[in-house]
T-cell receptor, first 115, second 112 residues
Framework: DADVTQTPRNRITKTGKRIMLECSQT?????MYWYRQDPGLGLRLIYY???????NKGEISDGYSVSRQAQAKFSLSLESAIPNQTALYFC??????????????FGPGTRLTVL | GQQLNQSPQSMFIQEGEDVSMNCTSS?????WLWYKQDPGEGPVLLIA?????ELTSNGRLTAQFGITRKDSFLNISASIPSDVGIYFC????????????FGKGTLLTVNP
């Protein structure tokens, strides 16, 4: 869905580097999420945000931080990247103002490789 | 935490065949969602189910919300090569209305 964009789409970096992944949405949704996907492990929630002032840890937040700069922007940072953070990263949004508030809409993903 | 058990893990079928997959849990849910992920892309919402027993279609796809509220099923009729991908079920996590827990996915391969 082109309404949720992620940059970069691919990134290769070295151990110890700081990395930021960006997510922007034009859906006007209030909630945003960051997920990590690894083969065989499915999608796991890293952080989620209900609005600009509200940030919450997901199930695997260690080694990550986030910033909700505006309702439409939610960035994920790896302060000091390590090889086991090599994965696909997805941003998602949802709209709590509608009855279908459980439905989340995903961006195209960022493939991150840490050498 | 709540776990969704999705099966089968993978399927290899011939074009034109019908496909069935399911998702089960020991927990009760009020919503079931089905997503498809194409290679190199993000998951796309296919079908949302909100009522026990509900049967909803989206083209050749049909999903059902199990009557016990602990399971859901997805069927694809007359499969075509572009049906290839990973299919995920999802449901609200831990009583929260805003977080989802996902199954580990069913990888579908369609042989032309």
């Amino acid at each position: 869905d082109a309404d949720v964009t992620q940059t970069p789409r691919n990134r290769i970096t070295k151990t110890g580097k700081r990395i930021m992944l960006e997510c922007s949405q034009t859906k006007g949704h209030d909630r945003m999420y960051w997920y990590r996907q690894d083969p065989g492990l499915g999608l796991r929630l890293i952080y989620y945000s209900f609005d600009v002032k509200d940030i919450n840890k997901g199930e695997i937040s260690d080694g990550y931080s986030v910033s909700r700069q505006a309702q439409a922007k939610f960035s994920l940072s790896l302060e000091s990247a390590i090889p086991n953070q090599t994965a696909l990263y997805f941003c998602a949004t949802s709209d709590t103002s509608v009855s279908s508030y459980n439905e989340q809409f995903f961006g195209p993903g960022t493939r991150l490789t840490v050498l | 935490g709540q776990q969704l058990n999705q099966s089968p893990q993978s399927m290899f079928i011939q074009e034109g065949e019908d496909v069935s997959m399911n998702c089960t849990s020991s927990s009760i849910f009020n919503t079931w969602l089905w997503y498809k992920q194409d290679p190199g892309e993000g998951p796309v919402l296919l079908i949302a189910l909100y009522k026990a027993g509900e049967l909803t279609s989206n083209g050749r796809l049909t999903a059902q919300f199990g009557i016990t509220r602990k399971d859901s099923f997805l069927n694809i009729s007359a499969s075509i090569p572009s049906d290839v991908g990973i299919y995920f079920c999802a449901a609200p996590a831990g009583g929260s209305n805003y977080k989802l827990t996902f199954g580990k996915g069913t990888l579908l391969t369609v042989n032309p």
